[in-house]
């Protein structure tokens, strides 16, 4: 095994399950935990976990985020190297109808991580933010030094808190820790509640798909391997404090305390009604569009600027989703059995 012990948050999810993967193959010692809230099927998490039971240098703890005293036991018993959190309550719709959830998983268990990490003075938090934090922003490409100060759902304000809350424990207790705004992560394996998933699954069963803003929406789709990739150069690239950082003109990415923010995402929008045509060729059947207006919270576009996650990591996404799609729809057919 290689030296330290890396904690996984989130590892029944579908981002961490890869990520854990990924890091098993290559002889890291990883501790997994998740709750398995049902969100969406709790039996999709328990596949996944089965995926990885087993790997030598595994082990994973059924543990909820916002259970104070079940996470202080956690790090109490190891020793974290490295804090990989990537679980949370996700979702923006969601976040409309069901405010505590974001507020008890997204801060209270942010705070648990913190202070662990705190109490452990781990060698470096890589946490997930998102991009919904870009919010109201018609700035494109979305850069990490825009403003991000107008959330518009709870989800993206609970992100945005996380990096502020990050920024302040990295400030005051010398964490490094390093935020990654993900940009529509697809692939094997996914997430049911996101529109890729829903698409498959309705165009298969020859049900209708509902498509807010008559289609007139771009997302910036990011495989599942690209991003995996990008976290991988970022967990042992320890975030530094930056020595030139100006308050007069401030970079809203870095500071003087250890602190990073990076896009990570495909660096590339896609039309939706281009995205479902895909769908629809890896099928091999026509989708049946319900064309329906903006829902709340949504934004009409997401685009990642990646010139820092590069410039730093040598980050290049290369999975297009003309590869990328046929691949989800493959794993779909087969998991399902359809």
Not at 135 to 156: M, Q, T
Not at 164 to 183: C, D, E, K, Q, V
Not at 199 to 209: C, D, L, S
Not at 235 to 242: K, L, S, T
Request: aromatic residues 12%; proline residues 5%; contains cysteine.
């Amino acid at each position: 095994m290689r030296d330290g012990k890396i904690l996984v948050t989130g590892a029944a999810g579908f981002i961490g399950y890869h990520y854990c993967r990924s890091l098993l193959a290559d002889g890291y010692d990883v501790v997994g935990i998740d709750n398995f809230n049902d969100y969406y099927d709790p039996a999709l998490k328990h596949a996944r976990l089965a995926q990885l039971d087993g790997s030598p240098g595994f082990a994973f703890h059924t543990v909820d985020l916002a259970d104070r005293e079940a996470m202080e036991a956690l790090f109490a018993a190891n020793r974290f190297s490295i804090v990989v959190h990537l679980a949370a309550q996700a979702g923006v719709r969601y976040s409309i109808s069901n405010p505590h959830a974001y507020v008890q998983s997204n801060l209270n268990g942010f705070l648990h991580i913190l202070e662990g990490c705190r109490a452990q003075q781990v060698r470096h938090l890589v946490y997930a933010s998102s991009s919904s934090v870009y919010g109201a922003n018609e700035r494109l490409p979305f850069s990490v030094n825009d403003n991000v100060d107008h959330p518009i759902s709870l989800y993206a304000a609970t992100k945005k808190s996380n990096e502020l809350m990050a920024h302040t424990y990295a400030h005051l207790y010398g964490i490094p820790t390093t935020g990654l705004r993900f940009f529509t992560v697809y692939g094997p394996w996914g997430r049911p509640d996101m529109a890729y998933f829903k698409f498959t699954k309705a165009v298969i069963e020859g049900q209708p798909i509902e498509v807010y803003n008559h289609g007139d929406m771009r997302r910036d789709f990011t495989y599942i391997d690209d991003i995996v990739d990008g976290m991988r150069g970022i967990m042992e690239r320890i975030a530094q404090a930056n020595d030139a950082w100006n308050p007069a003109e401030p970079d809203a990415s870095s500071s003087r305390a250890p602190y990073r923010l990076y896009n990570i995402g495909n660096h590339r929008p896609e039309a939706l009604l281009d995205f479902i045509a895909v769908i629809e060729r890896a099928t091999g059947r026509s989708a049946n569009m319900k064309l329906l207006p903006m829902q709340p919270g949504d934004v009409r576009q997401t685009y990642a600027d990646i010139d820092e996650l590069r410039r730093d990591t040598g980050f290049d996404p290369k999975t297009s989703i003309d590869e990328g799609i046929p691949r989800f729809v493959a794993w779909y057919r087969d998991y399902y059995g359809v």
